[in-house]
């Protein structure tokens, strides 16, 4: 199967009794199908959220008897899949990806109001990662690193603290509407962080308040107390050294993890596949009989060939042993 296909998605039972179903499921058209389906629910759940198509317009209507169109191909699918395992359906559960596909499906099967089911609809387009075996590899990785990503996580929390009790101490006199207490210089420096204005947050502690507040902001009563200080020295080396360590923790490290945790997802997937069955339809036991039976008559006629090629030789040699006889000399 292509990369389209439903990864994991049934495994043929090995009786025979469910061939039908399995050779369905396993087919590449019916994956690509299935694919398709899956981006047009997509398509009409955005297309709904235009008001040409809500209400009970005919566009409306066609959109609505479309997604419930879908919606029974869903179902289709997830029954072909089951009726895949023959006496054993319970089987298919065992999968986590196929436990997500009939989650999603029965939350589309809920009586839900018309305002919250366009939402659900909406969440059918999360199939996409059952569907492609990219986006199930990549999540897996996502998966695999939130242990590494929390150490991370840790590590970015202890490097905002730290420059925030430094902040508080160094700007909070100057900048109180800032810097005046440790939850706000948390905000400013995750603000700083995003490089949204931050640069205007450098200037304020760089040339005073006096120079960086507006007039709005010197009219706030938590600001009346402020004494505008400049530090030409400090203010630069902090934001400078906030950024750089910041900027290497959330780009290198998570970067890194990410990527480890993708090798790890991908030669996880490349031994799964190695040790997959192949999904091959088991013949029924008629074609099976049928089939020893050529194969014995095929013996037969090589046997009876085999024999008669044999005869002659036997022959000839048996009449070459009566003339010498005959001729030898007593």
């Not at 502690?205 to 530090?231: C, F, M, N, T």
Request: neutral net charge.
């Amino acid at each position: 199967m292509s990369d389209m296909s439903v990864a994991n998605a049934v495994t043929p039972y090995e009786d025979g009794s469910a061939a039908w179903a399995t050779k369905i499921v396993s087919a590449p058209w019916f994956a690509r199908f299935i694919l398709i389906a899956i981006g047009l629910t997509g398509i009409l759940s955005g297309v709904e959220t235009y008001p040409l198509f809500r209400g009970a317009g005919p566009l409306a209507q066609a959109v609505e008897w479309a997604q419930y169109a879908i919606l029974c191909i869903f179902v289709a699918e997830i029954a072909l899949k089951i009726g895949a395992f023959g006496s054993h359906p319970w089987r298919y559960f065992k999968n986590g990806w196929n436990i997500f596909d009939a989650s999603i499906v029965a939350v589309s099967l809920l009586p839900v109001g018309a305002e919250y089911l366009v939402v659900l609809r909406l969440v059918r387009v999360l199939r996409l990662f059952t569907a492609l075996r990219g986006l199930q590899i990549l999540l897996t990785a996502l998966l695999r690193g939130i242990p590494s990503l929390g150490y991370v996580g840790l590590l970015l929390l202890l490097h905002f603290y730290i420059y925030s009790v430094i902040g508080t101490f160094a700007f909070g006199a100057n900048d109180p509407l800032r810097f005046g207490s440790l939850h706000r210089s948390m905000l400013t420096l995750f603000q700083v962080l995003t490089l949204e204005g931050w640069n205007d947050i450098l200037a304020t502690e760089y040339l005073g308040s006096d120079v960086g507040y507006d007039d709005a902001w010197k009219q706030v009563p938590e600001s009346s107390d402020r004494l505008s200080i400049a530090h030409p020295l400090i203010a630069p080396a902090y934001f400078v050294s906030f950024i750089l360590i910041g900027t290497m923790i959330v780009l290198n490290l998570v970067t890194g993890v990410i990527i480890t945790s993708l090798e790890e997802a991908n030669a996880a997937a490349e031994e799964t596949r190695k040790h997959r069955s192949p999904m091959k339809e088991p013949p029924p036991p008629k074609d099976e009989v049928l089939q020893i039976s050529e194969q014995l008559q095929a013996l037969a006629a090589r046997l009876s060939a085999v024999d008669a090629a044999r005869r002659p030789r036997s022959e000839a040699t048996s009449e070459r042993d009566q003339t010498t006889q005959t001729q030898r000399p007593y």
